[in-house]
């Protein structure tokens, strides 16, 4: 089935630590975005990508970043300098971003501070 | 900076009731209004969506209504059933300038269809 990869479902970090929250689909989507979900906040933006090594930062990019080497996959760290690390993160991809095509999401990582 | 504003915030709806969620927008530049539909630790999957040069669309018991002269558009379940309970979200597209293709959430709203 075709579809979007969010792993690790938990993750925990330490004070200090980078941690890297994986992000691949298989639906041959051009674009993919990465939201931050934090209770009664909706769905903001952190950076997204149209193409293979290109990606803009979003509303909130301070303390993260990104790569796009392959077009499958998306990966995004959360650096030491994201001190309020603690939400639920989101991957997504669509068709093409200018398009009707509808952004696709997968099932979210969930980051916690130990 | 672009907003979409959601309400209520949370609503409770008896079984075969009409749940309605409203968002309301700022900007003129969106050209595109998904609705999504979330379930507790799941990512929101696309429920409904309309393009402001249509008032109203409908499927099944799922329908939009879109008022362009307002800026406001509207989240309409019929018969609702209990599994129907998520959080739904609003959401637009942007049409243009730098944020082109960018989707702009509401805060969401949390559904509980009582049976």
């Known amino acids: 089935d075709g579809g979007i990869t969010q792993s690790p479902k938990y993750l925990f970090r330490k004070e200090g630590q980078n941690v890297t929250l994986s992000c691949e689909q298989n639906l041959n989507h051009d674009a993919m975005y990465w939201y931050r979900q934090d209770p009664g906040q909706g769905l903001r933006l952190i950076y997204y990508?149209?193409?293979?090594?290109?990606?803009q930062k979003g509303d909130i990019a301070e303390g993260y970043s990104v790569s796009r080497e392959k077009k499958e996959s998306f990966p995004l760290t959360v650096t030491s300098a994201q001190k309020n690390p603690t939400a639920f993160y989101l991957c997504a991809s669509s068709m093409a971003e200018y398009s009707n095509q509808p952004q696709h999401f997968g099932d979210g990582t969930r980051l916690s501070i130990l | 900076q672009q907003q979409v504003k959601q309400s209520p915030q949370s609503l409770i709806v008896q079984k075969g009731g009409i749940s309605i969620i409203n968002c309301a927008y700022e900007?003129?530049?969106?050209?595109?209004f998904p609705w999504y539909q979330q379930f507790p630790g799941k990512g929101p999957a696309l429920l409904i969506a309309?393009?402001?040069?249509?008032s109203e669309k409908k499927e099944g018991r799922f329908t939009i209504s879109f008022n362009k002269s307002a800026k406001q558009f509207s989240l309409h379940i019929m018969d609702s059933q209990p599994g129907d309970s998520a959080t739904y979200f609003c959401a637009a597209r942007s049409a243009g300038g730098t944020s082109y293709g960018k989707l702009t959430f509401g805060q969401g709203t949390i559904l509980t269809v009582h049976p």
């Open positions: 990508s149209q193409i293979v090594n290109d990606f």
């Open positions: 309309i393009r402001p040069d249509v």
């Open positions: 900007n003129t530049a969106f050209d595109y």
